[in-house]
C-alpha cells in the first residue's frame, strides 16, 4: 500500500486523517512541529518527524518513500493571524513553498491541501461557489488563498497534480483505535465545544441577536470531521496531473447558532445555559457551501447529521475528563 505524508497530522483534522488512513491500510508518515498538536495523538504505526514545514531538512526525510501529500500543517487560529499577519503568511504559504519544492525534488506529485471557506470572505450570495469571488476579511483566510494560488501555478508550471478543499465548519470526533479525537484549544472558540461546557456559571455566550436571519442568530454550515476526512482520502485518488481543482466541503445546509443551541440540548436531554452578547468582530452572517462540485469530481456527500456532531464531540471531550 502507499505511503501518504499527512503534514499538521498531530492536530485535530490531521490527527483524524492519520487514523482513517491507517484503518484503510495506508502506511502514514507525520510531519508536526507541535506548535498545536499532540505527540501523544500519533499513533506508534505512523513514522512521525517533529519538523516544521518550513524546514526543508526535515521536509525532505519526511518525504521519504511518501507518493502523496496531504497538507494540514499551518497557523489556523484567525483571530491571532490579525495580530500576527505576517507569521501566517510566512508559515502558511512559505512554509507551503518549501514543501512544493521538497515534493518536486522528490519527485512527489500529487497534493491534497486543507483550504477554507475563510477564503471566499463576506459571500455576496449562498451557497458559496467554488467558482465565487474571493475577498478574504482576515490574514488566515489570504494565507489559505495564497497557497491555493501557489498550487494553481505548480500545476501549471511543475505538473503538479492537486486539490484544494475549503472547509466550512468541522465538527464532531472520530473513535479511533486509541481512543477519541477531539479539538484541544485553550482557550476554545468553536461554537459545538463551547455549547458543551457551557455551565450555570459559564455559560455559553451567543455572539449577536440582531444578524439579518430567521432568528436573529448566525447560520453557519457544519460538516463531521469523519465525513471530511473521507473526502479527503477520495480526493487523493481523484488528482489528475497537472490539474488544481478547488473543492467546498460542508454539508450544503446551515444552522444557526439556536438551533445549534437547540439540537444539543436534545441531545444532551438538559437545557443549555446562554447569554446574548454583542456580535464578535469578523463573522459574517451567514455562510453554507454549495457542494455539488464534491459530489461531481469526489463523488461525495456527508453522511453524518448535527446531532451526530454533537453526540461525537461530547463523547471526545468527557473522554478526556
Ligand atoms: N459562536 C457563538 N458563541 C461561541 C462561539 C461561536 O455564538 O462561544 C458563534 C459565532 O459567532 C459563529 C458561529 O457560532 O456565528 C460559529 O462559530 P465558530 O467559532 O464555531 O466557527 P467560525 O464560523 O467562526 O469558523
Known sequence: MERILVTGGAGYIGGTAVAQLLA???????????SM?????????????????????????ALDGASAVIHFAGKSLVGESVEKPDLYMHVNVDGTEVL???????????????????TYGEPKSVPIL?????????PYGASKLGVDHLLTKYAKESGLGAIS???????????????????????????????LRSTDASPLKIFGTDWPTADGTCIRDYVHVVDLIDAH???????????????????????SVREVIDTA????????????????????????ASIDKAGEILGWKPSHNLEQ????????????N
Open 24 to 34: 484503510e491500510g495506508y502506511e502514514v508518515t507525520v510531519l508536526d512541529d507541535l
Open 100 to 118: 512544493l519544492s521538497e515534493m518536486k525534488a522528490a519527485g512527489v506529485n500529487r497534493i491534497v491541501f486543507s483550504s477554507s471557506a475563510a
Open 130 to 138: 467554488e467558482s465565487d469571488a474571493t475577498a478574504p476579511t482576515n
Open 233 to 255: 482520502i477520495r480526493a487523493l485518488n481523484a488528482i489528475t496531473p497537472a490539474t488544481h481543482h478547488i473543492i467546498n466541503l460542508g454539508s450544503g445546509g446551515g444552522y
Open 309 to 320: 456532531m454533537i453526540a461525537d464531540t461530547k463523547q471526545a471531550l468527557d473522554s478526556r
Open 165 to 195: 478543499l475549503r472547509y466550512f465548519n468541522v465538527a464532531g470526533a472520530l473513535k479511533s483505535a486509541t481512543g477519541w479525537l477531539a479539538e484541544r484549544h485553550e482557550p476554545e472558540t468553536h461554537l459545538i465545544p463551547n455549547v
Open 37 to 61: 498538536g499532540h505527540a501523544d495523538a500519533v499513533p506508534a504505526t505512523a513514522r512521525f518527524i517533529e519538523g516544521s514545514i518550513l524546514d526543508a531538512a526535515k521536509v525532505c526525510e
Open 265 to 288: 440540548s436534545k441531545v444532551l436531554g438538559r437545557t443549555i445555559a446562554a447569554v446574548e452578547v454583542d456580535r464578535r468582530a469578523g463573522d459574517p452572517a451567514v455562510l453554507i
